[in-house]
């Protein structure tokens, strides 16, 4: 079955920058999407950007472009999302969820499968 | 403010037929497919309905979605307290950004 786990929680202060990891199993990691969605407390879901795990190419939300990145490493089926120049405003649930499968140039869209979400503190 | 909207909230009693739409434009819903997710206090989402339409193997036929132009319902039947939940609509606009809805809080009474 699919899994998606991710790394634990995170405090840190504003100005700082934070790498939350996101570990796959029970698919083959190369062959689909993995997206990157934050809730922040009591706020409904935002979606980030997404990475194609099989070529690497990126898409992100124009609201956290030059701020976000987001990579993987194949060989160890786990993705990576870094958000820079933390405010308080990012404090939030980031979760990685599994998105469509891949082809060689293009991913269908959705996303199926969810983390159990990495809770950022961002504070002084 | 999501360019996808939901009512913020829902209700009903058990046994009852609930209704929660998402209203999107021609760029997003218009022209691709709309997912349901449904949230569970302090949980994360669980995929619901994906495609407009499918229900993923385990969700119950109770849940079922719908679309129509730039607008999108999901429907529950037979309502029970366990359906008291968030519940966001999500889809893609024409440059391949994912949108959620603002989510709509189901009460069951």
């Known amino acids: 079955q699919v899994q998606l786990v991710q790394s634990g929680a995170e405090v840190k202060k504003p100005g700082a920058s934070v790498k939350v990891s996101c570990k796959a199993s029970?698919?083959?990691?190369?062959?689909?999407?993995m997206h990157w969605v934050r809730q922040a407390p009591g706020q409904s879901l935002e979606w980030m950007g997404w990475i194609n795990a099989g070529n690497g190419n990126t898409k992100y939300s124009q609201k956290f472009q030059g701020r976000v990145t987001i990579t993987r490493d194949t060989s160890a089926s786990t993705a990576y999302m870094e958000l820079s120049s933390l405010r308080s405003e990012d404090t939030a649930v980031y979760y990685c969820?599994?998105?469509?499968?891949?082809?060689?140039?293009?991913?269908?869209?959705?996303?199926?499968?969810w983390g159990q979400g990495t809770l950022v503190t961002v504070s002084s | 403010q999501s360019v996808v909207t939901q009512p913020p909230s829902a209700s009903g009693t058990p046994g009852q037929r609930v209704t929660i739409s998402c209203s999107g434009s021609s760029s997003n819903i218009g022209s691709n497919t709309v997912n349901w997710y449904q949230q569970l206090p302090g949980t994360a989402p669980k995929l619901l309905i994906y495609s407009n339409n499918q229900r993923p193997s385990g969700v119950p036929d109770r849940f079922s979605g719908s679309k129509s132009g730039t607008s999108a319902s999901l429907a529950i039947s037979g309502l029970q307290s366990e359906d008291e939940a968030d519940y966001y609509c999500a889809a893609w606009d024409d440059s391949l950004n994912g949108v959620f809805g603002g989510g709509t809080k189901l009460t069951v009474l």
């Open positions: 029970g698919y083959t990691f190369t062959n689909y999407a």
């Open positions: 969820a599994r998105g469509g499968y891949c082809s060689s140039t293009s991913c269908y869209t959705g996303i199926y499968y």
